[in-house]
Nanobody
Framework: QVELVESGGGLVQPGGSLTLSCAAS????????MGWFRQAPGKERDFVAA????????YYADSVKGRFTISRDNAKNTVYLQMNSLKPEDTAVYYC?????????????????WGQGTQVSVSS
């Protein structure tokens, strides 16, 4: 079992930045691919970004490409989501997720473990 704990959410003005962190409890972090998803009220959970086990490959949703950056530190069992140029439509609960395997995936059912989520609100 892998436990994931997100942190770093909060309220930010449009155009601002936030960095989310997701710490994994088990020392298998380097063997799992990681992803970030988000869910706005009344909407489905959407893919945001993914990173492979080594951190050498990343993939982004079109809506965040060029503004968000996913990265990981396997020595610290932590994955990050740097969010710049935030917009009101980025407001959502953000979840990190882990999946066994080497390929990047964008569908939530392809992930095995989930964090509890952290709220990001973008408003003036």
């Amino acid at each position: 079992q892998v436990e994931l704990v997100e942190s770093g959410g909060g309220l930010v003005q449009p155009g601002g930045s936030l960095t989310l962190s997701c710490a994994a409890s088990e020392n298998i972090f380097s063997s799992v691919a990681m992803g970030w998803f988000r869910q706005a009220p009344g909407k489905e959970r959407d893919f945001v970004a993914a990173i492979n086990r080594s951190g050498s490959s990343t993939y982004y949703a079109d809506s965040v490409k060029g503004r968000f950056t996913i990265s990981r530190d396997n020595a610290k069992n932590t994955v990050y989501l740097q969010m710049n140029s935030l917009k009101p439509e980025d407001t959502a609960v953000y979840y990190c997720a882990a999946r066994s395997g080497m390929f990047l995936k964008t569908r939530s059912y392809e992930y095995d473990y989930w964090g509890q989520g952290t709220q990001v609100s973008v408003s003036s």
